[in-house]
């Protein structure tokens, strides 16, 4: 409808003066002719320029001196072309509404001066409030200044205001009737090429957003690695953050590709009791099938069932028989320290190497899953052996390897484990929070866990663990763990979630 008016008017005239009038006069919706200049000025077959105008209607004062002349003209032209007048003659003269508003305006515009006698300042004066009120009467349009005086005096009052109207003209692809024009390369279309027309290509196009994949936050968080300032911006995994601080002070990473391990290894050869409360079903996940383990070193098994039931290396023991049936059951590993002692196993093997290892990965507790605790999360492990350690080189790590994490202020407070003696927990002072945070856990492993691994008498070895989701809630400000972690994650919140910098936020 609007199409076939626009262009077809176009055919006879030569210019559409304004896109609202036409659409008025042929009972048109504005805004759809609007865009249907729109979309057939993207295909030149009219040319427009949008517009904006103000129209004004005469007030019944501006009327008035639209057809017998403004006030100050007629008091002008009361006052004689030589010598003067008094003002009490005009106000005699003359209608008093025009006295009182010419005796303002004519001064005002120096036609006149003023005193108790009135003189012409100038031979001839041209009524231009009079010519411009017809002006607008006739619909044409004036500069602002004058409409805002001709406002100002009240003489006009707004009436419409045209945001965005159109002047539309013919344009270079001009035709009384739109060609539908071929979009898609279809084999009809190729085959009847020489009857259509296409359209133009439009290499500027935006293309469709491709959905990628998104980081999960775990791995979207930017430890701050001082020295490795580029890879801030490369790099957007916090395991990779994690890793390249440890790998900057000589760690290597050590293989934790199995979640399933045994009892041995994830308890009884880290010395913990099979009495111990965490080897109840309550806080380990124990494997129905295979639910026993294939096949431990079993003199090293023996040495472990010694120093349980009766010590040695300087220890009584737990004086508690130790049963291998306990050792066999499959767990899913409730630690990654499971992994550091095989480490340290295979590491006694050969001779003596002193040795930096570390771990990033999935663990698993059976625990009622509340909002900061989950059945499965991730550990970070960092394990140091060498001749002589002590606690102050654990002190010392452990400051080195949270201060690369922004985290310098550290406290440390005596804990227990079965197999660090002594152990400390870890706190760190969050400015965010405005209290102490506990950050990991951590010790010197004990005599009676490394030396049936046949380490030499003098190895220490101090260690440290900690959580990879609780530095992450704090630095996203998260207080549900589940949030962040498992089948509750909102999708939406990882497409959209910042990367945090674990120094930045702390520091
Ligand atoms: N395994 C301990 C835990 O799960 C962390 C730890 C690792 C403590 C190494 C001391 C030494 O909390």
């Not at 004689?80 to 508003?101: A, H, K, N, W, Y």
């Amino acid at each position: 409808m609007a199409e076939e008016a626009i262009l077809g008017f176009l055919q006879n005239n030569d210019e559409i003066a304004h896109s609202g009038y036409f659409a008025a006069e042929h009972n048109l919706d504005h805004e759809e002719v609007k865009n249907v200049i729109k979309s057939l000025q993207a295909f030149r077959y009219i040319e427009a320029k949008v517009l904006k105008r103000e129209f004004f209607d005469l007030t019944d004062e501006g009327k008035k001196y639209a057809a017998e002349g403004s006030p100050e003209f007629h008091f002008f032209s009361a006052v004689p072309e030589e010598g003067t007048i008094s003002m009490d003659d005009l106000q005699r003269m003359l209608d008093p509404f025009v006295f009182d508003v010419g005796s303002k305006q004519a001064p005002k515009k120096k036609w006149v001066a003023m005193g108790q006698q009135v003189s012409r300042t100038v031979q001839h004066v041209e009524d231009k409030v009079k010519e411009m009120l017809l002006q607008i009467q006739q619909g044409l349009e004036l500069d602002q200044e004058t409409l805002k005086s001709l406002k100002y005096r009240k003489l006009i009052i707004l009436t419409e205001k045209w945001s965005g109207y159109s002047e539309v003209k013919k344009g270079p692809n001009y035709a009384p009737k739109r060609r539908s024009l071929a979009t898609d390369l279809t084999r009809e279309n190729l085959q009847n090429w020489q009857e259509l027309d296409f359209k133009e290509y439009n290499v500027n196009a935006k293309g469709q957003p491709v959905d990628s994949g998104h980081l999960h936050p775990l791995l979207k968080v930017h430890s701050n690695v001082k020295t490795e300032l580029l890879d801030v911006f490369t790099s957007s995994s916090v395991r990779k953050q994690f890793k390249d601080i440890f790998c900057q002070m000589g760690f290597e990473e050590m293989p934790t590709n199995n979640f399933v391990e045994s009892s041995f290894w994830n308890f009884d050869a880290l010395f913990q009791p099979q009495q111990h409360p965490a080897r109840d079903s309550h806080d380990t996940f124990f494997l129905k099938a295979p639910w026993t383990t294939r096949e431990l070193p079993e003199d090293y098994v023996a040495r472990v069932k010694q120093v349980h039931e009766s010590g040695g290396y300087g220890s009584r023991g737990y004086n508690c028989e130790w049963k291998r049936e306990e050792a066999n059951k499959n767990l899913l590993r409730t630690h990654t320290t499971a992994v550091s002692s095989r480490m340290l196993y295979a590491l006694a093997k050969g001779p003596f190497t002193p040795k930096k290892y570390f771990s990033i990965d999935r663990v698993f507790r059976n625990e009622a899953v509340d909002k900061t605790h989950l059945a499965e999360f991730h550990q970070i492990e960092g394990v140091v052996c060498d001749r002589g350690l002590t606690l102050g080189d654990l002190i010392g790590v452990l400051q080195e390897f949270f201060s690369r994490l922004g985290m310098s202020n550290l406290r440390f407070k005596p804990a227990y484990n079965p197999y660090t003696e002594p152990s400390m927990e870890i706190f760190s002072y969050h400015a965010g929070l405005e209290k102490w945070v506990e950050i990991g856990n951590s010790g010197m492993f004990r005599p009676e866990m490394l030396q049936p691994m046949g380490l030499p008498e003098d190895v220490r070895v101090i260690a440290w663990g900690l959580s990879l989701e609780r530095p992450t809630m704090i630095l996203y400000k998260c207080d549900n763990i589940r949030e962040l972690f498992g089948h509750k994650v909102d999708l939406k919140k990882v497409k959209e979630n910042p990367i945090c910098r674990i120094g930045i936020e702390s520091a």
